[in-house]
């Protein structure tokens, strides 16, 4: 049994554990690399953390809203996440960003896929957002997969843009119109 919940003040301590938990596997012990930092760095940032909640008492249409939700098993504990972020550029307002995680010891299972679905439904009932971006290194193949799976089509790649412990990293750049 599985339920997915909004991501809410009172849930931050533990979210950020599991964000925390999530890394330590970023390239490491049989996993793809997903984010394009160190694999000594297994720490989500302090900054980028308190950035995580600003953007959630933000206005959806505003520059740097977010929204998130997370997904728990029978242990109750955070397994998976999905969020939705405002683009940087101006005039962006119809546009939003996805990130998406799941805990090695919970991927196999559809969570990827179910919390993508539930966001994409979320951006469909607001008026504003029509079309749903994301980035994913080029050797994250289970999540190129997944994407595709759901309908995202690949709008460039990114040779070379990010150096990973000596190591070049392309990015893809996918979207969705909902």
């Not at 196999?108 to 979320?122: D, V």
């Not at 009932?125 to 994913?136: F, G, H």
């Amino acid at each position: 049994m599985h339920t997915i919940k909004q991501l809410l003040p009172e849930d931050f301590d533990e979210f950020f554990i599991y964000l925390n938990k999530q890394l330590s596997h970023n390239g490491r012990d049989g996993s793809p690399l997903f984010m394009p930092m160190s694999r000594s760095q297994s720490h989500f940032p302090k900054e980028k953390q308190q950035s995580f909640v600003d953007g959630l008492n933000i206005p959806v249409g505003a520059p740097r809203w977010r929204r998130a939700w997370f997904i728990v098993e029978d242990s109750k504990q955070i397994c998976g996440h999905v969020d939705l972020r405002a683009l940087h550029e101006p005039c962006t307002q119809h546009r939003s960003l996805l990130g998406l995680g799941v805990l090695k010891e919970s991927q196999g299972k559809g969570f990827g896929a179910l919390l993508t679905r539930y966001a994409m439904n979320w951006a469909k009932s607001n008026d504003l957002i029509e079309i749903i971006d994301l980035a994913v290194l080029s050797s994250n193949l289970p999540a190129i997969r997944l994407y595709e799976k759901l309908g995202f089509e690949r709008i460039c790649e990114i040779h070379d843009m990010f150096r990973v412990d000596g190591q070049s990293e392309s990015h893809i750049m996918m979207s969705k119109i909902l």
